[in-house]
């Protein structure tokens, strides 16, 4: 079957065209992912190809980030180059969300800790586990990676916490970690852990506000749900 190329559509079909003509909201998530791509394979047009890759992730852009460099270059047509721009183009989209949450700004609720960390969750397929440093206004002083882990768990090592939480000046800390199988259920391990940081930052005085556990759409408060 002859490759069939953008060129030949109908203008109005084509999608930077179409991105001229109408607008970036009148292209689908197909149409956008062909213009990263600029073409398909022997049997397959640009949109035809972007339509299979995305169907593969259940037509969602969220699960479509999750994929590694490897795993889109097992389509036909898409070489390392193409999945770099694809890979690329979710990573710029995840730091413009960290961006929106960058300035300093008060935490007064669990809904606010969320709002600050959403971003470094999002698409994770992996675990992480990061800290919010606030001084004493509550306002964020700085966000930190802790450690990155695997499917099941990531070790969080609080000499590390407290560490970055001394050199910073902060007067109080939020945990958070990320669970990607969706689950909010705290482990026996997260409340385990909570606990002795707890304790331990009461022995400098140095307060753990929160420990909030991320999933791609929501979370769970350990200070909501009673559990610090």
Same mark, same amino acid.
């Given at each position: 079957?002859?490759?069939?190329?953008?060129?030949?559509?109908?203008?109005?079909?084509?999608?930077?065209? *179409?991105?001229?003509?109408?607008?970036?909201?009148?292209?689908?998530?197909?149409?956008?992912?062909?213009?990263?791509?600029?073409?398909?394979?022997?049997?397959?047009?640009?949109?035809?190809?972007?339509?299979?890759?995305?169907?593969?992730?259940?037509?969602?852009?969220?699960?479509?980030? *999750?994929?590694?460099?490897?795993?889109?270059?097992?389509?036909?047509?898409?070489? %390392?180059?193409?999945?770099?721009?694809?890979?690329?183009?979710?990573?710029?989209?995840?730091?413009?969300?960290?961006?929106? +949450?960058?300035?300093?700004?008060?935490?007064?609720?669990?809904?606010?800790? $969320?709002?600050?960390?959403?971003?470094?969750?999002?698409?994770?397929?992996?675990?992480?586990?990061?800290?919010?440093?606030? =001084? #004493?206004? =509550?306002?964020?002083?700085?966000?930190? %990676?802790?450690? #990155?882990?695997?499917?099941?768990?990531?070790?969080?090592?609080?000499?590390?916490?407290?560490?970055?939480?001394?050199?910073?000046?902060?007067?109080?800390?939020?945990?958070?970690?990320?669970?990607?199988?969706?689950?909010?259920?705290?482990?026996?391990?997260?409340? #385990?852990?909570?606990?002795?940081?707890? =304790?331990? +930052?009461?022995?400098?005085?140095?307060?753990?506000?929160?420990?909030?556990?991320?999933?791609?759409? =929501? $979370?769970?408060?350990?200070?909501?749900?009673?559990?610090?």
């Amino acid at each position: 079957m002859n490759q069939i190329s953008i060129k030949s559509w109908a203008e109005d079909d084509r999608p930077r065209e *179409k991105m001229i003509l109408k607008g970036r909201s009148a292209l689908s998530d197909a149409e956008l992912i062909a213009i990263l791509i600029g073409s398909g394979s022997r049997e397959l047009s640009a949109v035809q190809l972007s339509k299979l890759i995305l169907a593969k992730a259940e037509n969602s852009l969220t699960n479509l980030s *999750k994929f590694s460099l490897e795993q889109l270059m097992e389509f036909k047509g898409i070489g %390392q180059a193409k999945a770099i721009s694809i890979f690329a183009s979710m990573e710029i989209a995840r730091r413009r969300d960290s961006a929106k +949450g960058s300035k300093k700004f008060k935490i007064t609720s669990s809904q606010d800790a $969320y709002n600050s960390l959403r971003a470094e969750f999002f698409d994770l397929p992996h675990e992480e586990f990061y800290v919010l440093l606030l =001084n #004493r206004a =509550n306002e964020v002083i700085s966000k930190q %990676q802790i450690s #990155r882990g695997g499917i099941s768990g990531t070790v969080s090592d609080g000499k590390i916490i407290f560490s970055y939480a001394l050199e910073k000046k902060a007067s109080a800390i939020i945990l958070a970690h990320n669970h990607p199988s969706g689950r909010l259920t705290p482990s026996d391990m997260d409340k #385990r852990l909570t606990k002795e940081l707890i =304790n331990f +930052g009461k022995m400098i005085q140095l307060q753990i506000l929160d420990h909030l556990i991320f999933s791609d759409n =929501n $979370y769970l408060s350990f200070a909501d749900e009673g559990l610090m």
